[in-house]
């Protein structure tokens, strides 16, 4: 097959989805809905169109601690089950509508009890809204609950994380401001996990560099990196035929510890200066073992369809390294091996087989 694959095909491929959050979701007209049910009068408009606007273009500032200020509004009205477990369902639905089969969807309990929830209501409410969602719309998720790297509640969140890991939560993570809050941190809720036998990501290598992957990996123990897009500052001769890998870059390769990299939300808060330029494109052809994800739809104004489509465009992907980024994710998720052997073999693959064929048939 010669031709690239086109958007509407990719959106016909089963895709696996590992970062995303929650609060980076959700549907302007629901935001517009909630606000109002809730008294929330803090949205800069209350047009959906206009609003989706607003957040793209407030979320394209090249910093990420501005980036982070948009969360006020979707968090702001995420403050009830109700519309927790709601914007959780049309999670579900919307991931479902776009191909993806598996996702992993992140948020933050500790935002979410502003109006009185226990951080155990808030889990229940989103884990009902996406068992419902996955029912309904044929689509498996699991969720990582998130602490915020500048408060002081990880090991809160860890526990929460662990009380509920066999009804729907799969893992663990810290998000927010990276520069000036280091992973270690939270070395007590990290080691508290590892005794615990459960899984986590951390956000690292986005806002920061080197040292936040560093301690990410050796002082933390993670098991796959949220962006680590700066690994790429320790390998050297980037352009040329065998570029050479610093001792981390070569530990991170060695150990296929899994890249979780969002194109279009590094471009936005200056992690990369164009998805042309992202490191992306060398880790690839380096075989790290990397996976292509959206971070928040919403601000970044992309579905995991499109991320592929500007891979696509601008690398000239082929169904080849749609897949090959599709079974990375599959094998880095955080649920049994059982289980993504299942979906690999069962449903990637032959998935993957049929647009091959398709695109084929319809070339001839
Ligand atoms: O790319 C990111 N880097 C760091 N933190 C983020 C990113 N996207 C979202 N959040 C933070 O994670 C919280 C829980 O979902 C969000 O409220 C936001 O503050
Ligand atoms: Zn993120």
Known sequence: MTGQPTLEAIRRAPKVLLHDHLDGGLRPETIVDLARDAGYDGLPTTDPGNLRTWFTEASDSG????????????????????????????CA????????????????PELHTRTGLSLDQVVEAVLEGFAEGGRDH????????????????????????????????????????????????????????????????????????????????????????????????DITDRDSAAPVLGRLAAYVRDKRIPLEMCPTSNVQTGAAKSIAEHPIGLL????????????????????????????????????????????????????????????????????FAQLKWTGTRTLT
Not at 72 to 90: D, F, K, N, P
Not at 93 to 108: I, N, P, S, T
Not at 166 to 190: K, Q, S
Not at 316 to 342: C, H, P
């Open 93 to 108: 639905e919307d991931l479902a509508k776009d191909g993806v089969v598996y996702a992993e969807v992140r948020y933050a």
């Open 138 to 233: 044929g689509i498996r998720v699991g969720t990582l609950v998130t602490a915020m790297r500048h408060q002081a509640r990880s090991m809160e969140i860890a526990e929460l994380a662990v009380r509920y890991r066999d009804a729907g939560v799969v893992g663990f993570d810290i998000a927010g401001a990276e520069a000036g809050y280091p992973p270690t941190r939270h070395l007590d809720a990290f080691e508290y996990l590892q005794r615990e036998n459960a899984h986590f990501t951390i956000h690292a290598g986005e806002a920061f560099g080197l040292p936040s992957i560093w301690q990410a990996i050796q002082w933390c123990g993670a098991d796959r990196l949220g962006h680590g897009v700066r690994i790429v500052d």
């Open 284 to 351: 690839r052809r380096l075989h790290f073992r990397v996976t292509v994800n959206t971070d928040n739809r919403l601000m970044s104004g992309v579905s995991l369809s499109e991320e592929f489509a500007k891979l696509v465009a601008a690398f000239g992907y082929g169904w080849d390294d749609l897949q090959w980024f599709t079974v990375n994710a599959m094998k880095s998720a955080f649920i049994g091996f059982d289980e993504r052997l299942e979906l690999i073999n069962g449903v990637i693959k032959p998935g």
């Open 63 to 90: 910093s990420l601690e501005r980036y982070l200020e948009t969360f006020q509004h979707t968090v702001g009205v995420m403050q009830s089950q109700e519309a927790l477990r709601r914007v959780a369902y049309e």
